[in-house]
């Protein structure tokens, strides 16, 4: 990813235009021929020709010659240098940091825009490996015969980017979402560490009913249910202040799990609280505190 960062700076506008044509052709293939490239980029033989050498001796790019025809694939790297690029170019980014968190399936950086403000910014890393996550996006994908890893960590990025920008209208302390582009999104971020990290925490009732209040907020608002809630997507600092992060399998309050998932979240939170800090909590009666009407 730094690597990605760095080579922003020597990659010339043909480059990178060489590169989006690949992405483009991804859409329809795995590989894309060199005759598909130039349609794309509408570049002609040799100057498309020149370009190709030129990523694929950066690293950005995957050739495969095992066919009739050579086909070229971005690589994550490659799609790295495009997001970035973009990032960059609409100012939402001006210096990438040093690696904050890993998840499941993201890397998350820190970052800097012109201003010095210092953001999250997540990149989406989700493989053929951990397609099984792609369940989670199961209703927007629909039947795809070709499913690009590509398009998949885009689609994660706008899911989660989109469940970001509802949730902090209701003006909670939730990460602000700060721009987006293909797999990567930018938010605020909060110097802190998971709740799972803390070996004490020094207002564990206070915490336990801030993280309540936001989600009963969430759902009765925005009405949708995080998914994946506990002690690894809570990120708390010295102060008290918390941030529910990983959005990225909410569901709607009218999905035909959301009683299940809404109690299991509960679960989740009053196990911890219970179990480490003897915090008192019935998953009930939290639960029938979001049914009700008011
Ligand atoms: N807004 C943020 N502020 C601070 N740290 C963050 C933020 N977002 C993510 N992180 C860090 O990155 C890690 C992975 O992020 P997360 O959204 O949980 O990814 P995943 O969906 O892959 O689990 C988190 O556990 C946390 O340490
Ligand atoms: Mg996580």
Aim: charged letters at 30%.
């Amino acid at each position: 990813m730094s690597q990605a960062g760095n080579l922003l700076r020597t990659l010339e506008k043909e480059d990178l235009r060489i590169l989006m044509g690949i992405e483009l052709g991804m859409k329809k293939s795995e590989y894309v021929t060199i005759r598909d490239i130039r349609f794309y980029s509408r570049y002609p033989l040799n100057e498309t020709l020149y370009r190709l050498k030129k990523v694929h001796k950066f690293g950005l790019i995957i050739r495969n010659s095992a066919e009739l025809e050579v086909g070229y694939q971005i690589n994550s790297i490659g799609y790295d240098v495009l997001a970035l690029h973009t990032l960059v170019e609409r100012n939402v980014i001006g210096q990438l940091g040093p690696i904050i968190g890993k998840g499941k399936e993201s890397d998350v950086y820190s970052c800097m825009d012109d201003d010095e403000n210092i953001y999250a910014l997540k990149i989406y890393r989700m493989g053929r490996r951990s397609f099984k996550h792609v369940k989670k996006l199961r209703n927007i994908i629909g039947k795809r015969s070709h499913l690009s890893w590509l398009y998949v960590n885009r689609l994660a990025a706008k899911k989660e980017y989109e469940a970001l920008k509802e949730i902090y209208k209701l003006g909670l302390k939730t990460p602000k979402p700060i721009g987006y582009n293909r797999h990567i999104i930018v938010m605020e971020y909060l110097r802190g560490k998971e709740l799972v990290y803390y070996k004490d925490i020094e207002n564990p009732v206070y915490l336990f009913n801030e993280i309540i209040f936001q989600i009963r907020e969430i759902y009765k608002k925005a009405n949708l249910i995080h998914g994946d809630l506990g002690e690894f997507n809570i990120v708390s600092d010295e102060e008290g202040n918390i941030l529910i992060i990983d959005w990225l399998q909410s569901i709607p309050n009218d999905h035909p799990n959301a009683l299940k998932i809404l109690t299991r979240d509960i679960q989740n939170v009053c196990n911890y609280f219970g179990n480490k800090y003897r915090v008192d909590c019935d998953t009930q009666e939290i639960l029938q505190s979001f049914l009700d009407k008011e």
